[in-house]
């Protein structure tokens, strides 16, 4: 039974969703080009905020699954802090760290002319700070689970460390990095606090899917609901179909 509302929880709002879609005018609502644009938009950069958490995330899980030393606790809850915060307080903190007077991005504007708030970029590096604990905690996950023995093993048989690395660590991290890669452009994807508080809302340029939402929603009910189900559907997809893929297509 708690099971049973628990489900409950989860699906019935979808089902008061698909209550309200106007099916009549669906076909329209989906492929206006606002629509396909945020749509672009949203994919292409929820796949390059996906890269860099698996470049950037990738060695942080190893250092927090493998390391000891004394503040790896504190470290890991700060690595793990944008699970718990509020994406509009990220997206705040991005904005005074990196915008014109922030001190990183005075720096930037300064020295090389750079300006990233308000830009695609600013909605890559906002996706990428919300999604990255993501793929952190699955590869962190995975890398305990493995253990160090088969790497010890290699070691003993003359295996250098970068050998190790690639012949015997990323192998056996190959279920977690897929399942880490499609949670993380899952939650990428999805992203609206952090994109609207650093990057703003300019149609094309910072505009993604669920910023398009909240700006039908003023305007036009039967859009936003119309674009929140072809969220909901892509969201689905991601998981229910990329993710088992993923993770049993590569063992």
């Known amino acids: 039974m708690p099971a049973l509302l628990g489900f409950a929880v989860v699906v019935l709002p979808v089902i008061g969703l698909l209550g309200r879609v106007d099916w009549v005018r669906l076909p329209e609502l989906v492929s206006s080009d606002a629509a396909l644009s945020a749509l672009g938009l949203s994919l292409q950069t929820a796949a390059m905020s996906t890269l860099l958490c698996l470049l950037l995330g990738g060695p942080l899980a190893l250092v927090l699954a493998r390391a000891d030393f004394r503040g790896l606790r504190f470290l890991r809850s700060l690595v793990l802090l944008p699970l718990v915060l509020p994406p509009v307080v990220g997206g705040l903190a991005l904005l005074y760290l990196l915008g014109r007077n922030g001190f990183l991005g005075q720096w930037l504007d300064v020295g090389f002319g750079l300006r990233l708030p308000y830009t695609t970029a600013a909605v890559v590096l906002a996706q990428t700070f919300v999604a990255m604990p993501f793929l952190v905690v699955s590869l962190e996950g995975a890398l305990r689970t493995a253990g160090e023995r088969y790497e010890a093993v290699a070691a003993t048989l003359g295996a250098g460390r970068w050998t190790v690395l690639r012949r015997v660590t990323i192998p056996l991290l190959l279920p977690g990095i897929g399942s880490g890669v499609?949670?993380?452009?899952?939650?990428?994807?999805?992203?609206?606090?952090?994109?609207?508080?650093?990057?703003?809302?300019?149609?094309?340029?910072?505009?993604?899917?669920?910023?398009?939402?909240?700006?039908?929603?003023?305007?036009?009910?039967?859009?936003?609901?119309?674009?929140?189900?072809?969220?909901?559907?892509?969201a689905i997809v991601v998981i229910a179909v990329a993710r088992p893929r993923a993770v049993e297509g590569l063992r």
């Open 182 to 234: 499609v949670l993380a452009f899952a939650r990428a994807l999805g992203e609206f606090g952090a994109t609207i508080a650093f990057a703003g809302s300019l149609e094309g340029t910072t505009r993604t899917l669920p910023l398009e939402i909240y700006l039908q929603r003023e305007s036009d009910v039967d859009a936003a609901v119309a674009l929140s189900l072809l969220l909901v559907v892509i």
